[in-house]
């Protein structure tokens, strides 16, 4: 029998309208993080079909560690190396895995680790693991960064600093400050940990991202996710070798891990072709991006110039009651809710894809009104 507080629980975020649960998928894409339009693409379909036919296997059958290092994973590390400039890569079965091994695993006993306030929830998982104090710092602001780190070495810390920062946040759609970041951290010998996930295949040349200047220097170790722009599932987090080899002795949500499946790695590689080959994806949605800031902000919606739009309606019930009358016209609209954001800006997340045209967003604008 379940337990009287699982109920009570449940209870407590159905009165405050807050309580979740699996809906469908139906409508027109305003909602996915599968930016250009990859995870229902032919080519990858036919990169699994044709991994199959080489014999790969649908499993891998263990961990890395075992004999779940399939030369599939190992094609595609190589290759992601060489497309983000890094001297090495190592693939995860999750973003969240991945930056969960980042935290509990890089940092060090004596170290300190600067956070922006708004980093990913897999980021707050590692922090709870991590062996080096945390910090937080204001939402994309490198002085709050650099004050902590002066505090930190006045009271006597002789360790690195690691600054963990995403380059487009994930519920505002705003960009850090990455030049400025990575000025602090010259100033103070840091490490960074840089969270490309809403970045990868949108921004940057051949989709590398908004850090891709930084990328290849020896302080700087990058998580690139699979599962959004390129419509795969996975993380691929890219750095110098000697930082990829202690994850792959030291980062437990890694070493512990069934490695992932061998076809997923073959459609990976293929989405990074795609990617990097096809500029013109970036450009069609860019061309979105540019016109639903111009329709949908006289409704509401906060411009960010990113593929991620806001529209902050404050109350819980509000929020998804509002969700729910968009949803009804036929738009695939999610309300977002504390705790994911703060108290009191519950919203529409509005993501902009290519499954959807410039006459979807023309009719989502009237379904806004």
């Known amino acids: ?120 929830a897999s980021m707050h998982d590692g922090l709870r693991l991590a062996r080096a104090p945390a910090v937080a710092a204001g939402h994309n602001d490198p002085q709050a960064v650099d004050d902590a780190i002066r505090a930190w070495r006045a009271q006597g810390g002789t360790g690195t600093p690691w600054i963990a920062f995403e380059t487009l946040y994930s519920m505002d759609g705003d960009c850090a400050p990455v030049a400025d970041l990575a000025a602090v951290a010259a100033r103070h010998d840091a490490m960074l940990l840089v969270d490309e996930a809403h970045a990868t295949g949108v921004w940057g040349a051949q989709g590398r991202g908004l850090a891709e200047q930084l990328e290849g220097a020896e302080n700087v170790v990058a998580l690139h996710t699979c599962g959004k722009s390129l419509g795969c599932q996975g993380a691929l987090v890219t750095g110098p070798r000697v930082l990829i080899d202690f994850l792959i002795n030291r980062a437990r949500p890694f070493i512990f891990s069934t490695a992932p499946s061998p076809l997923l790695a073959s459609a990976v590689r293929a989405a990074l072709r795609i990617v990097a080959e096809e500029p013109e994806r970036r450009a069609r949605l860019h061309a979105l991006i540019a016109l639903a800031e111009t329709v949908l902000g006289p409704h509401g919606v906060t411009p960010t110039g990113t593929q991620i739009l806001p529209l902050i309606i404050g109350d819980d019930a509000a929020t998804m009651a509002r969700a729910a009358a968009v949803q009804a016209r036929g738009f695939d609209v999610r309300g977002i809710r504390p705790p994911t954001v703060a108290p009191g800006t519950a919203r529409l997340r509005i993501t902009l894809t290519l499954n959807v045209t410039a006459q979807d967003i023309d009719s989502l604008a009237e379904a806004l009104a």
């Open 1 to 120: 029998m379940t337990p009287d507080f699982h109920r009570d629980d449940l209870n407590r975020l159905e009165r405050a309208g807050r309580l979740r649960s699996l809906s469908p998928r139906t409508g027109l894409d305003f909602a996915s993080n599968d930016y250009l339009g990859l995870a229902n693409d032919q080519r990858l379909r036919d990169a699994v079909a044709d991994a199959v036919a080489r014999g790969v296997a649908v499993g891998s059958g263990g961990s890395r560690l075992l004999r779940g290092n399939d030369p599939e994973i190992a094609a595609l590390e190589a290759e992601a190396a060489t497309l983000f400039g890094a001297e090495a890569c190592l693939y995860f079965a999750t973003g969240f895995a991945a930056n969960v091994a980042l935290l509990a695993t890089l940092p060090q006993p004596g170290d300190l680790i600067v956070h922006d306030a708004m980093i990913h």
